[in-house]
């Protein structure tokens, strides 16, 4: 795991965190999304700080973590849900954590003080990443919304909150 690195994303990395999302939408436990939006809709989506990606020894963006807003109103602030994607071909390896540890570091300096995410219960890496990291399972949120082919699927509701 020395051969890589995380850094802030930049523009020119957006067409291969659109890419490594669409392997999240393909793989079916990942996103209720069904497609992919384009780099601007991304981008008007998620916060502009907070925003990693991990790149090989050749540089090659190979996953990347933003966060967006749970809510616009004031109180809310502080509360951010996680994105957390990795290629299909280095999953197993432990860079999610690696990842995900560094999103939660950047997300407390920017001055978020609890990060959520929905997982799907199939998911079992993506919940082990994020208990690994401090998150804590809230719930499960049951048939809380419906697949681009109509099954129902529930979310497993984790969130950290900053230590103070």
């Not at 930049?10 to 669409?22: A, S």
């Not at 999103?103 to 082990?128: C, D, M, R, Y």
Request: net charge negative; with cysteine; aromatic share 8%.
């Amino acid at each position: 795991m020395d051969n890589f690195e995380i850094r802030n994303m930049q523009e020119t990395d957006g067409q291969l965190v659109l890419d490594i999302f669409k392997e999240g939408i393909d793989g079916n436990d990942a996103t209720f999304e069904e497609n992919v939006p384009t780099w601007e809709a991304w981008k008007i989506n998620h916060y502009e700080n907070c925003r990693l990606v991990i790149t090989d020894e050749n540089s090659t963006v190979i996953g990347w973590a933003a966060l967006s807003p749970v809510s616009k109103r004031p109180c809310f602030s502080g509360v951010a849900e996680v994105s957390i994607y990795l290629s299909n071909a280095v999953k197993g390896q432990g860079l999610g954590t690696l990842l995900l540890r560094r999103l939660v570091n950047e997300s407390e300096e920017n001055g978020f003080w609890t990060l959520q995410s929905g997982i799907f219960p199939e998911n079992k890496a993506s919940l082990n990443t994020h208990q690994k990291c401090g998150f804590k399972v809230v719930g499960t949120r049951e048939k809380i919304g419906k697949m681009p082919d109509g099954t129902w699927r529930d979310i497993i509701l984790v969130e950290k909150r900053k230590e103070d």
